[in-house]
């Protein structure tokens, strides 16, 4: 699912919302978690999952054309923990669409 994506099924879930709105509140919503991501504070969303941040110590790497060591510098990545009932719901779905019906 694409921003744009999000943005449609918001304005056709809730009548009342111009598509122009729609666009407003994912983008603020959106922007909104970046900022506390960028903080370094940890996004909670009960049922669905959380966001923090994690550090990717800095290391030696290896260019794969000339083979010479690469200094790669320390990072800062985001990572998704889904929560208990976003994976089971995931997982009871899947199951649902990957049964086979029986041949005819």
């Known amino acids: 699912m694409t921003r744009s994506d999000l943005v449609e099924e918001l ?5 009342q919302l111009t598509h122009r709105d729609a666009e407003l509140a994912t983008k603020t919503l ?3 978690m970046a900022d506390t991501l960028v903080r370094g504070n ?3 969303i009960r049922g669905f999952g959380s966001f923090s941040i994690n550090r990717r110590p800095p290391r030696m790497g290896r260019n794969p054309r000339s083979g010479e060591s690469v200094a790669i510098p320390e990072k800062r ?3 998704f923990k889904p929560g208990k009932a976003l994976r089971e719901s995931v997982d009871a779905r899947t199951e649902e669409l990957l049964k086979v019906p029986p041949p005819s």
């Open 30 to 32: 959106l922007d909104a």
């Open 77 to 79: 990545v985001t990572h």
């Open 11 to 15: 304005a056709a879930r809730f009548s």
């Open 42 to 44: 940890r996004i909670e």
